[in-house]
């Protein structure tokens, strides 16, 4: 008799206490019926003053949305598949305004910015710029740590920071190993990886380019209030932030974990044999670099006359017919799933506008809290820097911005300062794993334990929300954003 | 009940000195049921004592005949009778004897006798496919072994999956056995034989709602325990026999030359992580290692939440005449026995109706303890609901604990 071979499909036993697997597996289901009971709740109660049957109907969908966007216990984009569903078979907005909605300008933006991401990496002329950056800085323990978090903030400014993260962590994994930084116990070690994950995440909301949240924002505010950010305008609003926690983080992680190794020869030597196996930049990579910036200046100097969204997809074309990039290679790098999450979200964030259902809630939560519009924008961004510790960032922008828009309408603020207000916190996750896929790539080094994160990353979140209000308070008047007091 | 007589010391003696049988039994009409099948002469007879505890008692005239134990028929009743050297009886009980299971008279389709294909043991239905024990087959069977090492067979003669299923199908309809107990003897192989098992364990998980139990030596790779987890199995040993390192190399060779006393610690210890508490077992022999060592044994088995089960040296004929065990120094053993699974709050209620060992719960009437909660749970799972339940959560068990590694990259969302 033959003896079998073992299983394809490795086996795992959970030696976890057992109630703790029967909580992970079956708090799926509870959460699908919670969320469909608070939407059934929110749908047949009695009307609330001020709210109308349509406002009504949006906040039932909102309420589920908002159970599901928090838990994930359905992939973020399902979640806006079933909004989409809802709005127009219960009444809020016709399925014509909807569809409409959702091929919002943002989602096209945000297929551009990932195209041409994809071309960059591909090409490999992304790896190239990191490699060189170290190359050229990185010499010392001090002047490679700081290469390495700079960098990885610079490549964010082009980028989504979680391509970024996931770029640049095989090399700091390498330059870990070479420098035979133990395990347990290395500051060094620590420090490397907290500087990539931090890196990227401050970097990323520095731009429209970092990540998919301020293009949300931006189109949820277009769709509700017709107002709208150019790059430059965004990255102006943005770059106090950025700049003031690029030196806050670094003093935190170096006061953190101070560097306690001399030399980095030996990571030295092999950044430059990185280098020197890469070669000469290829006409390709050449070729994908010149449009990346043409696209780049296109989008300050004629973002507002021709359109993010359109000269993003120009460059794409442009990609094309140079034969730059081909189809199946754009496959593999292009999230997909997360253009649904953007469309389905500005659909619901604009229905709850419309239908008056955000200007409710805002009426009946933050408006009770806040006296002035300058608190307003403390607590809208504290709940914003909170939420995204735990959640999607793009998923903290669908929840807040609708409820937001309406504060702002009823507080006098001018709807404009609340995309960044919304987005820019959402995009700092500093103290969890689970707050971003940057943070999880770094922890998943196995160098970094919960705690290394958890108390410098709350210090650097405590000062993140510093630095937004104080640019709140005294910088964004200067550009035109005026809070008021 | 004085201690000589409650169920589980005249397990200990019965199993150790055997019973003489009265002519009263020999022209029963219904055959009693011999623990080593319906091989020719019976070596031993199962019998179920008082409150329900199996014993497998020695009945060879040779190996008997001193025996104080003389097993009668008086009417519909079976009785055990003990007598004192000077023929006075100091013990009359009643017990049940187990008639002959009506299927080791059939054949299977393939013309087998099915006794030759499975045995009844105490509730277990136990299952040799492979026929040799490797240890055997290479020359270095264990001295006391009564089952591998007389085994001459190839592997080529295994049964096949059809058959077993065939006297397992026979042995359930006539309610002989409740359990499915697999037995592999040693394989030289990276599995520890369940390789050779699985496709005998997966028919009959697909085929009957029963409770699986397997006996098998350490793999090589403690990805095979998990995996023996995986494809059904309900309780699994890896035998140690004993625990002084000297006594293993000199009675269980093959044990301490191709595996080695400290893997089948491993992979004990990993199994008990695994399998649910009280289910991972392996057989203490006492009698062939000093007790002070059994008693070690039973404590590092015991904080490593494995289940020792203490078994009475039986002495096979060609090893020569049975060694003379000391009651008085048993005791102790037993009673740490219980003592130890009980502290480490190991579940008694799996390890049950095995006749040719002593559980941690049989083991209780030594410490003086009547362990209630643990005897009326197991005695819960003797009815069918009970039964039923006791399935069902296994399974349930099983279903939570066993991942793929795809399953698990996709619930850490990474």
Redesign the interface.
Known sequence: ?A?????R???????RP?WR??A??TYRPILLSTGLVVYLMVRTMPQPEGLSPAGQNALAIFALCLVYWVT?VLPLMVTSLLAIVLLPTTGVISAKETYALFGNEAVFFILGAFILAAALIKCGLSSRIAITILRRFGHTPRTLLLSLFLMNAFMSFFMSEHAVAAMTFPITLEIARVLRLPREGSNYARALFLAMAWGTQIGGIATLLGGGRAPLAIGMLRETSGQSYSFAEWTLAAWPIVAILLVVGWQVIVRFFPIDIDSVRDADAVIAQKLLRMGRPSVREKSIGLVMLATLVAWIVGGEEFGLANIALAGVVVIFLLRLLTWPDLEQYVNWGILLMYGGAIALGAAMTRSGASGWVASVTVSRWAQTPLQVLAVISAIGILLTEAMSHSAVVALLMPVAIGIAQQFGIDPRVMAPAVALPAGLAFTLP?GT?GN?IAY?SGYLRLRDMLVPGFVLVAAAWLAFMATATWYWPLIGLGVGR | MRPATHPAYLKLELAERGLVLDPSVRIHSAPFRSSTGADAVARSLDLVLPQGVWVSAPVEERATAGSPFRLLVDGDRVVLVRRDPDGVETLRVEVRAVPQPRFYERHTTRGTPMWRVAAVHGSHLLINPAGACGFSLRGTPCRFCVEGAPATAERDAAAPVEEVLEVVRAAFDEGAAEFVYFNSGFFDAEDGGMGFLAPYVEAVRRHFDTLIATQVHPPRDNRWIDRTYAMGVDALSYNLEMFDEDALKRHCVGRARYIGRERYLEALARAAEVFPSGTVWTDLVVGLEPPQSTMRGIDALAAMAVVPVVSVFRTPEAVGPRASLDGAEVAPVLARLYRAVKERRINMGWMRDLSLGITPLEARHFAGDGARLAVAVQRLTRFRLGALAARSLARFRRRLRVRTVGESFDASHV
């Open positions: 008799m003896v079998p071979q073992p299983s499909a490795e086996i795992l036993i959970d030696t057992l697997i029967l992970e597996r994930s689970v896929p999880a998943s």
